[in-house]
């Protein structure tokens, strides 16, 4: 009776990978990639991108004061 008893037990688990297998690729295939939105690259790109425009625009960049924040941070540096 045994031998019979194995062969059952053979075939369930042979069904339940099967069952998950096809449930795995369902599920695979169902779900879609996450994408992330796209800008429009005209919003980006200034229509006059020539040295002069980005060295204004460089020019009127505000930094705030470097030097300022710089010597905090190596007062926080020398106190190590």
């Known amino acids: 009776m045994e031998p019979q008893n194995s062969k059952n037990k053979?075939?369930?688990i042979l069904a339940v990978v099967i069952v998950l297998a096809v449930l795995?690729?369902?599920f695979w295939k169902g779900s879609k990639p996450a994408t992330a939105p796209v800008e429009e690259?005209?919003?980006l790109v200034s229509p006059e991108d020539?040295?002069?425009t980005i060295d204004q625009e460089l020019q009127?960049?505000?930094l705030g004061?470097?030097?300022k924040e710089f010597q905090g941070v190596e007062a926080?540096?020398?106190s190590l």
Do not use: I
Request: hydrophobic share 50%; aromatic share 14%.
């Open 10 to 12: 053979v075939w369930t």
């Open 24 to 26: 795995g690729f369902w």
């Open 41 to 43: 690259v005209g919003s």
């Open 50 to 52: 020539t040295v002069a």
């Open 60 to 62: 009127a960049t505000d």
């Open 65 to 67: 004061d470097l030097d």
């Open 76 to 78: 926080d540096l020398n």
